[in-house]
């Protein structure tokens, strides 16, 4: 099978790359290079002796993607391209809207004009806006609280539309959690542009010693130890949520909605204490204000992408932290230009 995958030289999409080509399937990147680096690519290539095709393209450009669709034989799209900085967002909601939801709208109606009728979408725990409860199934009710989150939203909606009026389609929705970790290699990790808005990033460049401390944003919610809980999951084992994903539900037509996490939650604090213990170094943090918009805690039910796509997350926190910090220790600037 020949896949298209969007945003393929980005965190999720390359690790995702490295699994499909070890499932046996084609990988074509199609990304714009607007949050990565090429040099991704030979990296794929160690780890997996296979260095997948890559079209530098943005996905807003229909002719472009019709002629990749066409000329690559294009069994499905694996759809990651897009903005993802919450905070980003909130500055910039028109580039937000722009690339992620009329850059999805424009990669479907590209898809349709060359009859490839099958899509798997990056969505995010973020559509269950403030749940009222944990763990949180595919049933509960959907929100958003800020731009990004509200362009995963909207997205969904057009999807669910689209795949309503062309009933033949295959579209899948896969709600991620928090992805974390690297490849077990050290050779591909998670290499943000700037500050990191993320937690385990951010940890990863004190204990690296590029920043002084963490801030731990909020010690008062009604948690465990009063810090933020997420439910962290392995990038690897996301990605392999989308090889289950293309090869169960794949090429049966439908809507298909699933959670993608462990369906445990971990503390600020406890993935601290986890980052020490996998990497040795002392990761000095201060205690300060909630950030804005931030819930509690979130994670997941994960049992209907057990049931349906025989999927389940099998790496532990150890597994997130010791991952991540081969790739920080041994990258520490991240990817090469
Ligand atoms: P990433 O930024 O590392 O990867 C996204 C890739 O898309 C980048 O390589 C970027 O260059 C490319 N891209 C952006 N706009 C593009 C465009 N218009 N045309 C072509 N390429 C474009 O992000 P990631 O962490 O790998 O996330 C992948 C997807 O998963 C995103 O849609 C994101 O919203 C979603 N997601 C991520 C998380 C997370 O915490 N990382 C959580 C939930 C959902
Ligand atoms: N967090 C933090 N300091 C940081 C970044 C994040 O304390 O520098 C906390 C944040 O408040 C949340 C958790 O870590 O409780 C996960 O945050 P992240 O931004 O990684 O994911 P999200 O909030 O999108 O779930």
Same mark, same amino acid.
């Given at each position: 099978?020949? @896949? ?40 794929? +290539?160690?780890?997996? *002796? ?18 990749? &669709? ?12 897009? &903005? ?8 910039? %909601?028109? +580039? ?33 806006? =403030?749940?009222?409860?944990? #763990?949180?199934?595919?049933?509960? #009710? ?16 057009? &999807? ?7 009933? +033949?389609?295959? @579209? ?11 490849? %077990? ?10 500050? %990191?808005?993320?937690?385990? %990033? ?5 204990? !690296? ?10 010690? =008062? ?7 933020? !809980? ?30 993608? *996490? ?74 090469? +230009?």
């Amino acid at each position: 099978m020949n @896949i298209l995958v969007t945003g393929g030289m980005g965190y999720i999409g390359s690790h995702t790359c490295i699994q499909l080509i070890h499932a046996g399937m084609t990988p074509i990147i199609f990304d714009n290079l607007d949050n990565s680096k090429a040099s991704v690519l030979p990296r794929i +290539e160690k780890v997996c *002796g296979q260095q997948p095709q890559f079209i530098q393209g943005d996905i807003r450009n229909k002719q472009r993607l019709i002629e990749v &669709l066409k000329q690559h034989d294009i069994d499905a799209v694996i759809h990651f391209a897009g &903005l993802k900085a919450v905070g980003e967002s909130v500055q910039k %909601p028109l +580039e937000y809207y722009d690339n992620n939801v009329n850059g999805t709208l424009v990669l479907v109606d590209a898809m349709r004009e060359c009859g490839v009728k099958s899509l798997v979408f990056s969505s995010s725990a973020t559509v269950y806006g =403030d749940p009222a409860s944990v #763990p949180i199934t595919e049933s509960f #009710p959907t929100s958003a609280t800020n731009p990004y989150g509200r362009s995963k939203l909207m997205v969904e909606e057009c &999807l669910t539309d689209f795949q309503a009026a062309n009933p +033949e389609w295959s @579209i899948t929705l896969l709600r991620y959690f928090n992805p974390v970790g690297s490849h %077990p290699s050290g050779e591909l990790g998670e290499d943000p542009q700037g500050i %990191p808005n993320n937690l385990m %990033p951010f940890v990863s460049q004190v204990a !690296v010693g590029r920043r002084e401390f963490l801030s731990v944003f909020g010690s =008062d919610y009604p948690t465990k130890d009063g810090t933020g !809980v997420r439910d962290y999951i392995h990038v690897m084992d996301l990605a392999d949520g989308h090889i289950a994903a293309l090869q169960k539900v794949g090429s049966q037509s439908g809507l298909h909605v699933y959670n993608l *996490g462990t369906g445990n939650g971990s503390s600020v604090l406890e993935m601290v204490a986890a980052f020490e213990q996998a990497s040795g170094q002392p990761v000095p943090y201060q205690l300060v204000e909630r950030r804005p918009g931030d819930i509690a805690e979130c994670w997941a039910d994960p049992s209907k992408a057990e049931k349906e796509l025989g999927w389940v997350a099998t790496k532990t926190l150890e597994d997130m932290t010791q991952d991540t910090w081969r790739w920080q220790s041994g990258n520490p600037n991240g990817y090469p +230009e």
